[in-house]
């Protein structure tokens, strides 16, 4: 079996305090992702989903265990060391607005990256990656302000797509986003890993999201992983009670669905013990 393009290994996170005390925010999270594959980090607001992303990323310590790409440890490298890990990992981020250059055309936006990494300044590149977010030509000059959500978010994925990277963190790359620009983003971010090949960790907390784009889910809570599997049996058989209350949580369209979802998910809080973890 080939080796996994990147690797968690009993990842720590903690903030705070001296001689790794304090907050703990992740602890002991070991996973793999695949060339090709889409993971998805899925949990409650505070679970530690994103915190994982930042590490992965170095933007936020990692305090014990360790963070593997390609079979080389990029924990808490140096920072010339992470300019070169960032050719081949990148980010969406949830906001799109907030997270482009208000300042910046799209055309400058998409050459940024290959400015910073010594790429060349790239300019021919931009009107591929435009159209293989599905913007016109013309987007180029434009500024992020005249663009609506969804077509922000395509530019940030096209940003996310001009180093031709290995693996892409989506963080909660859809949750600003109304229904049917959320279907059409997950649609396109799927196309372009069948032509790409890039693996996705892809985070979120609505598991409806995750059930569509994932190859496999894993379930956090409180910083720990309490379930993995992949994500047909995540969606239609979960084992772990805290999986089965989100996956209960979840909106559904019939009212007569979701009044029986939430009926069982209030008696599967009653019955299970809060303090009941585990981790697979």
Do not use: W
């Not at 909660?172 to 959320?182: M, R």
């Not at 799927?190 to 994932?214: C, M, P, W």
Request: with cysteine; hydrophobic share 40%.
């Amino acid at each position: 079996m080939a080796e996994p393009v990147l690797k968690v290994d009993n990842l720590a996170v903690r903030y705070g305090g001296r001689r790794g005390t304090g907050s703990t925010v992740i602890d002991d999270v070991s996973f793999e992702l695949n060339t090709g594959e889409t993971l998805s980090l899925v949990g409650e607001s505070g679970s530690g989903k994103t915190t994982i992303g930042r590490a992965i990323l170095g933007l936020a310590p990692v305090t014990a265990g360790s963070v593997c790409f390609r079979g080389e440890v990029i924990s808490n490298i140096p920072r010339a060391r992470r300019r070169k890990v960032a050719r081949d990992i990148q980010v969406v981020f949830q906001d799109p607005y907030s997270s482009l250059n208000p300042s910046m055309a799209v055309e400058d936006i998409l050459v940024e990256p290959l400015l910073a990494t010594g790429s060349g300044d790239g300019r021919t590149r931009v009107r591929e990656l435009l159209d293989a977010v599905g913007l016109p030509a013309d987007s180029r000059g434009r500024y992020p302000r005249e663009f609506s959500g969804g077509q922000r978010q395509r530019i940030a994925i096209a940003r996310a797509l001009a180093l031709d990277p290995t693996v892409i963190i989506c963080d909660e790359p859809t949750s600003a986003l109304d229904v049917t620009t959320q279907a059409r983003v997950l649609t396109l971010l799927k196309d372009i890993q069948r032509e790409t090949g890039v693996a996705y960790l892809f985070i979120s907390h609505d598991l409806g999201v995750v059930n569509e784009i994932s190859d496999r889910i894993a379930v956090l809570d409180q910083g720990r992983i309490v379930e993995i599997g992949k994500a047909h049996d995540i969606a239609t058989n979960p084992e772990h009670p805290y999986t089965r209350k989100l996956q209960m949580a979840a909106p559904v369209a019939d009212p007569k669905k979701q009044r029986l979802r939430r009926a069982k998910r209030l008696n599967l809080m009653a019955e299970e013990p809060s303090s009941t973890k585990s981790t697979t």
